[in-house]
């Protein structure tokens, strides 16, 4: 272990980034971590991400590994040695990326942003489908600690980043989660009781402060 190099291009909103720092974290890597001005790119991240020139990007030993969910997974691999993230069966693992991809999908998808970028009816509409997504995975992850059963996996590694965006989501659609989702909210907070989460999560007053600049930035008032 002594000679891993890992180094990690990011940006701190990020929850791509943030699941790879929870990843990182629980595997105890130690990694070099470099913050990205996106409107600057360096010349490092477009050398080692050259296809989408986007953070973040995972590189070990000098060699890249783009896209957090592959990300998530490659750590896995590669570091098998403590705290495995997706299940050993074929079956469940599968199950767990179909999660994954449907968070992807659906929790980050342009509807879900409309829930802090927009307003009137397309807000009302974003909100809407964004609670029967997050009622999905409340289905999902049923009466167990966590969606990878009594231990962090998958499928909460690639979620819980999500939850430091929630207050900017409440604030800007002027609505509750934890009233629509009380069980979801309990599990993030129970997430969050991990060092490994609580310490790659940045605060959600920050993102608030953060969502509104983009606002503002892109005439959104």
Known sequence: MADEDVVLLDFWPSPFGMRVRIALAEK???????????????????????????IPVLIHNGKPVCESLVQV????????????????DPYQRAIARFWGDFVD?????????????????????AKKEFIECLKLLEGELGNKAYFGGEN???????????????YAY???????IETECPKLIAWAKRCM????????LPDQDKIYDFALHVKKVFGIE
């Open 105 to 125: 999908k659906k929790i980050y998808g342009l509807e879900s942003r409309k829930v802090w970028s927009t307003k009137g009816e397309e807000q009302e509409a």
């Open 193 to 200: 009781e991990k060092d490994s989460v609580s310490k790659s």
């Open 170 to 176: 409440e604030k800007c659609g002027n609505f509750s």
């Open 152 to 166: 962090l996996g998958y499928v909460d590694v690639v979620l819980v980043p999500f939850y430091s965006w929630f």
């Open 73 to 88: 997974q490659y750590i896995d691999e590669i570091w098998p040695h403590k705290s495995p993230l997706l299940p050993t």
């Open 28 to 54: 105890e890597i130690k990694y070099e971590y470099k913050e990205e001005d996106l409107r600057n790119k360096s010349d490092l991240l477009l050398k080692m991400n050259p296809i989408h020139k986007k």
